[in-house]
């Protein structure tokens, strides 16, 4: 790896989550639960950790305990800037969008670039843009 990596502490929710990302980012995902860990701190089916594969886009992300927090998004975007060509991006706003809310609308801004916010369905936050498009 050769840049940080976003790791996520979800409460039950982790497996869902990384589908989730599998989906929206074409990526493969590969989960361990606690019982594959031999952690008996919580259920078994568990995620203990889990990540996406084979994709654009790095993620971890794991279930926590009662005792310890789970994640929550403040003052803080994962930004997917010129990440992939404008149509991929283009999707990957929508698909994020689905159960979550559009914070500011993937449009063309002044300067000529395009950009846009979305919280997902999982509280996490993107910025999503490209330089110019023929599309425009």
């Given amino acids: ?7 996520l502490h979800f409460q039950g929710a982790a497996r869902d989550a990384l589908k989730f990302y599998a989906d929206v980012f074409g990526s493969g995902v590969q989960l361990h639960t606690f019982a594959d860990f031999g952690r008996t701190d919580g ?5 203990a950790h889990g990540y996406l594969v084979d994709g654009p886009v790095a993620l971890f992300a794991a279930d926590v305990t009662d005792d310890e927090p789970a994640f929550r998004s403040k ?7 010129g990440a992939a060509d404008p149509a991929t991006l283009r999707r990957w706003f929508s698909d994020l969008a689905d ?5 500011d609308d993937l449009q063309k801004r002044p ?4 950009d846009g916010q979305v919280i997902d369905r ?9 330089e110019a498009d023929d599309t425009d």
Avoid at 1 to 7: F, V
Avoid at 111 to 114: H, K, M, Q, V, Y
Avoid at 122 to 130: C, K, S
Wanted: charged share 5%.
């Fill in 99 to 103: 159960g979550g809310r559009v914070v």
């Fill in 1 to 7: 790896m050769t840049a940080p990596t976003p790791y």
């Fill in 43 to 47: 259920p078994g089916d568990a995620i």
């Fill in 122 to 130: 999982f509280g996490v936050h993107w910025l999503i843009g490209f």
């Fill in 111 to 114: 300067w000529g670039a395009s």
């Fill in 75 to 81: 003052g803080v975007m994962f930004a997917l800037l």
